[in-house]
């Protein structure tokens, strides 16, 4: 065994060993049959990228009467091994109980269609709300929904096993929209990585968890106008609290951090 191979083969056994997530390498994840690598972040830095990600910041509730107050503090979004960091922490912030962050790619990477894909671990606890979700720009200022939503994984934390796909746009959003939860077999979400992936293509949307197929949406099958034939950006976010997963409580651990491996936007192989 070569010296070079050795040493990262003890380093992968040390952080096994010591429970330390290993990041996976682009080299060792083949690409998705009929699909071919358009853009990507392996989170190799030592700092985010701020040519691929904009924080944005603000503690105005998000339209969900969210409770944090969102930074672009290394304190809450950071690089580390080979990973994104999106850290919830419980500390007083600018009126806010509550600190975390929120990255978009809108005006450096929006696309229309493709195969959307992240490898997440995500937190854990009552109140916390991760979410990696496509948001359609909006040139023409319509608004939400009809500029579309595509959630391609939200978790509340009352809900350990169980994660959702959804679509939103004029007709079905909020509570009415669009969407199927995906049961895990056993345990909670947040006992390890999985991958979190979307189609993305014209006339059809599918949703996938670990290569697991559970929901599609299509014109004939959402409840209003199909509003999904036009660019999208990328957001990854940890919220705390809001109307849906509602508000910490005395179980709720924090800090709480969402790690995410690596986001993959394929476009259709020629």
């Known amino acids: 065994m070569k010296i070079i191979d ?13 429970a330390i997530p290993v990041p996976v390498r682009a ?28 924080p944005e910041t603000g503690g105005h509730g998000w ?22 960091v999106i850290e919830a922490r419980r500390e007083d912030y600018r009126g806010s109980r509550y600190t975390s962050a929120r990255i978009k790619t809108a005006g450096l990477v929006e696309r229309t ?19 990696f979700w496509l948001l359609g720009t909006d040139p023409g200022k319509v608004g939400w929904p009809r500029l579309g939503e595509i959630d391609i994984m939200e978790n509340i934390g ?6 959702h796909g959804t679509v939103h746009g004029p007709g079905y959003s909020g509570a009415g929209a669009f969407g199927r ?39 004939d099958t959402v409840p209003g106008d199909w509003v999904f034939e036009h660019p999208f950006f990328v ?19 924090l800090p709480q951090r969402m790690l995410v491996d690596y986001v993959r936007v394929y476009r259709r192989a020629p």
């Not at 994840?29 to 985010?48: I, K, N, R, T, Y």
């Open 235 to 253: 957001i990854l976010n940890l919220a705390v609290g809001g109307d849906w997963p509602g508000d910490p409580d005395a179980t709720t651990v």
């Open 27 to 54: 080299a060792d994840v083949p690409q998705p049959p009929g699909w071919a690598l358009d853009w990507h972040d392996e989170f190799d830095g030592p700092l985010l990228d701020r040519a691929k990600w904009v």
């Open 181 to 219: 939860p995906q049961k895990l077999e056993a345990g909670a979400y947040a006992d390890d990585f999985h991958v979190y992936a979307v189609e993305w293509e014209p006339g059809e949307i599918r949703w996938y968890r670990d290569g697991i197929l559970y929901h599609t949406a299509r014109p």
């Open 63 to 84: 339209g969900n009467h969210e409770r944090q107050y969102y930074t672009d503090r290394p304190a809450n979004v950071r690089v580390d091994g080979g990973m994104l």
């Open 113 to 131: 269609h493709g195969r959307y894909e992240a490898r997440i671990r995500i937190p854990r606890g009552q109140g916390i709300w991760p979410a």
């Open 6 to 18: 050795a040493v990262a083969a003890l380093a992968v056994a040390v952080a096994v060993a010591c």
């Open 158 to 163: 009352k809900e350990p096993d169980t994660v």
